[in-house]
């Protein structure tokens, strides 16, 4: 898992309350993303991260923050959780390679907005 | 342009049998051809992976066939076994950072 933790992995939260996710990696990659997962869209980029403090949207930003004060930590924020937020959401790390360039997923956290 | 897309959604296959799922992408900027393979409440990972040079890549039963021309890539999974069963990806990727997915497809392996 190249020492990728996210936390929690599961949460159940309320329509209109805050929800942080984290992400911690062990190996100081450059490189972070979080992704939401559902049925018949695959793996959708939320936002990713190239650098401390430097961090961009990807295709479903709206209703999500993130923050990367460190260089292991990447947090993932919804200001106020709706519905359509229910997801799975992973953090990735990629790694660069003399061929190739591979993406290391952390295990996932389910989270049920009510 | 940015969009890879991936068929069939879900596929079954009988043990032993050919599994193949196919991806379609228009951008030509695309260099880096890469499969995932995901197992229910784990995360992604690389399977297997190509460069747009050859035309296939074979690793073990798992083969990549690329088509330059078509702009597509398939994956084939020989003699499919039920430990086989799980949703693959494909992606592509012309900045070394940043892959464009393909929504998957749940496999099933039927014994």
């Known amino acids: 898992d190249a020492g990728i933790t996210q936390s929690p992995r599961h949460k159940v939260t309320e329509t209109g309350t805050p929800v942080t996710l984290r992400c911690h990696q062990t190996e100081n990659h450059r490189y972070m993303y979080w992704y939401r997962q559902d049925p018949g869209h695959g793996l959708r980029l939320i936002h990713y991260s190239y650098g401390v403090k430097d961090t961009d949207k990807g295709e479903v930003s709206d209703g999500y923050s993130v923050s990367r004060s460190k260089t292991e930590d990447f947090l993932l924020t919804l200001e106020s959780a709706t519905s359509s937020q229910t997801s799975v959401y992973f953090c990735?790390?990629?790694?660069?390679?003399?061929?190739?360039?591979?993406?290391?997923f952390g295990q996932g956290t389910r989270l049920t907005v009510v | 342009q940015q969009q890879v897309k991936q068929s069939p959604q879900s596929l079954i296959v009988q043990k032993g049998g050919i599994s193949i799922i196919n991806c379609a992408y228009e951008?030509?900027?695309?260099?880096?051809f890469p499969w995932y393979q995901q197992f229910p409440g784990k995360g992604p990972a690389l399977l297997i992976a190509?460069?747009?040079d050859v035309s296939e890549k074979k690793e073990g039963r798992f083969t990549i066939s690329f088509n330059k021309s078509a702009k597509q890539f398939s994956l084939h999974i020989m003699d499919s076994q039920p430990g086989d069963s799980a949703t693959y990806f494909c992606a592509a990727s012309m900045r070394r950072y940043q892959l464009i997915w393909g929504a998957g497809t749940k496999l099933i392996i039927k014994p």
């Open positions: 190509i460069r747009p």
């Open positions: 990735a790390i990629s790694v660069a390679g003399a061929e190739e360039t591979e993406a290391f």
């Open positions: 951008n030509t900027a695309f260099d880096y």
